[in-house]
């Protein structure tokens, strides 16, 4: 199935059926990869004979968004963007080294920050120590990617309460970014669960929303 959904994609963007298609292709453009789309996720739905494929676009974050009805034979039914949803904790210090805040939590995070070191730029020194926590990278709806992050923090409850109050960190960093030309920046939802949840941490979230791309022509 997968095979036969990414050779549609590529027939539909070289020969597009559909307008939306058409007018994606004047203002963006997809990446490629050994000729083929380059795919950064297929979510089969079977339970709603569906299935969805993430396209990732040159220079942006968001992604090209192919619908698929599996009913029966498999049918593109639809083609639109869909955001990039990023989260992630950092709770960072200038009083601890970063072997002192590895210390407090008995699991190991995404990465951790040592001042001195280079950010990812390579232009700039970071003036603190800290851990970094991040959900899942792939294409993942809002709170399907909150509650992954929390399942890892969830992992040592005591010691996340006690690194966000010796670090004076509270927030959960959400970046979600649009494409400016879809026009459909849906509200926040997120599950009475998900607040619970984060109080007993002692967390909050904070969010940075952008639109980036091109109006559409």
Known sequence: ?????????????????????????????????????????????????QAIAYVEVKNESFYLEFVFDTTENIELTGVDTYPFVGISYMPTSKEFTTEELLKIITFSPTRAITKGDFFSNGKFKYTYNGLVFETFSEPGRLERKIKYLLDILETDLEGIIRLSKLTSTRPLFVTIVYHIGNGNFTGLYLESDIVDRLS????????????????FQ
């Not at 298609?21 to 997809?30: A, P, S």
């Open 1 to 49: 199935m997968t095979t036969t959904i990414i050779d549609i994609i590529t027939d539909e963007l070289l020969n597009p059926t559909f307008e939306m298609t058409r007018q994606y292709l004047k203002i963006l453009e997809v990446k490629y990869e050994d000729n083929k789309p380059k795919i950064a996720k297929i979510d089969f739905q079977e339970n709603q004979n």
């Open 200 to 215: 007993k941490l002692g967390l909050e979230l904070t969010f940075d929303i952008y639109a980036t791309g091109n109006k």
